[in-house]
Structures are given as C-alpha cells and as structure tokens.
T-cell receptor
C-alpha cells in the first residue's frame, strides 16, 4: 500500500544550524502536509502544499512539493530550542479525500 | 486562533469497559476525523465524518467503535468494550473542506488495564 518514508529518523544539531528533512514515496501524492508534534501534544500543521513544484514558507520553515509528486522536503533555518519535536509528513491516501497517510517522523534534537 | 479541543486529556479504564472520548472541532469546520497513535508508532486514520454520517473508515474501526455528533459542537468516539491494544493517543481533527488541511486536537491518552 501507499507509504511515506521520512529521513533522517532523527537529527542532533547545534542551535543556529539549518535543518533539512525529506519525505519520499513510491506513489504520487496530490497534497503534502508537514506537521510538528511535541511530547504529549497533538500534531500541529506547519505547511500545506498543493501543487507540484510549489515552494512555501512559514517563518523560518520552508517546504517544497517535489516535481515528480513523489517527494517533499522541509527546511528549518537558524534552528532555535523551541524547534525541538517530531516532524511528520502526511498526505491523503489515493482515492480518498479524508484519510491521511503519515510518515514515521523525523525527531529533531537541539544541543544547547 | 480557533483550535480543536479534546477531553479528557487522560483516561484509564479496565479492559472490557466502554469509553467515550470527546472532541470539539473548530466551529466552522464541516469534516471531522479520529486518528490514533500507539506509543512510538505512526499516526493511523480511524474514521472521517461529514453531514452526520461516516464518510470513510479504516480496518481498525471495527464494530467496537462508533462516532457521533450529538449536538452542534461535540464529536465523540465510543469504544464499546476496550481491549489492551486500544491503549494509544487518540486525536480528533477537523477540516473546513473535503481534502482541506486537517487541524488536530491535543489528544486523549487512553490506557486500558
């Protein structure tokens, strides 16, 4: 079935560094969503992408919808301690407008 | 900023007991969802609800599960006879449009003993 593969699984970085993570699939997605989840909290929507090639920013976050529609990346510039959390990509299951398929997440840890 | 709210934040129950998890979606949203996340695993879709009926459900959403919108603001998930493997975080979400971005609540952590 459809799967989203996220990499890396985790990242240990210094405060102030830029971060890049990506999400790939063997099947096409028409929408890519990036969420952040902090411990004990629900996923918070960061960026939604709807068109191949689309590049969208939200503050220090930038995400792109890959041209092939099989991948997306999320960049965080100049990381700060509150960026710590797990970042998930998600997209609608084929033939569904409701059911989101989720990646396994990229855990971001920032060394002080 | 409007947000999805969920109650309770934590629920501990005995195996075989019924639980009802409650959600208040964002007020002008029309589509409602339940997801669950077993500790350390991916978020999994359970069910979507629109116009007072289930629009889609996953294999996880068996006869033990039901959803209801009892009034104009609440959206509930009932698990009729809980099993140990139902222990998870349960997230409610809502969206304004079909296929639109889904906004999640903070979750209910359910522990079945």
């Amino acid at each position: 079935g459809q799967q989203l593969n996220q990499s890396p699984q985790s990242m240990f970085i210094q405060e102030g560094e830029d971060v890049s993570m990506n999400c790939t699939s063997s099947s096409i997605f028409n929408t890519w969503l990036w969420y952040k989840q902090e411990p004990g909290e629900g996923p918070v929507l960061l960026i939604a992408l709807y068109k191949a090639g689309e590049l969208t920013s939200n503050g220090r976050l930038t995400a792109q919808f890959g041209i092939t529609r099989k991948d997306s990346f999320l960049n965080i510039s100049a990381s700060i301690p509150s960026d710590v959390g797990i970042y998930f990509c998600a997209g609608p299951k084929v033939d569904s407008n409701y059911q989101l398929i989720w990646g396994a997440g990229t855990k971001l840890i920032i060394k002080p | 900023e409007p947000e999805v709210t969920q109650t309770p934040s934590h629920q501990v129950t005995q195996m075989g007991q019924e639980v009802i998890l409650r959600c208040v979606p964002i007020s002008n949203h029309l589509y409602f969802y339940w997801y669950r996340q077993i500790l350390g695993q991916k978020v999994e879709f359970l069910v979507s609800f629109y116009n007072n009926e289930i629009s889609e459900k996953s294999e996880i959403f068996d006869d033990q599960f039901s959803v209801e919108r009892p009034d104009g603001s609440n959206f509930t998930l009932k698990i009729r006879s809980t099993k140990l493997e139902d222990s998870a975080m349960y997230f409610c979400a809502s969206s304004y449009s079909e296929g639109g971005p889904q906004y999640f609540g903070p979750g209910t952590r359910l522990l079945v003993l």
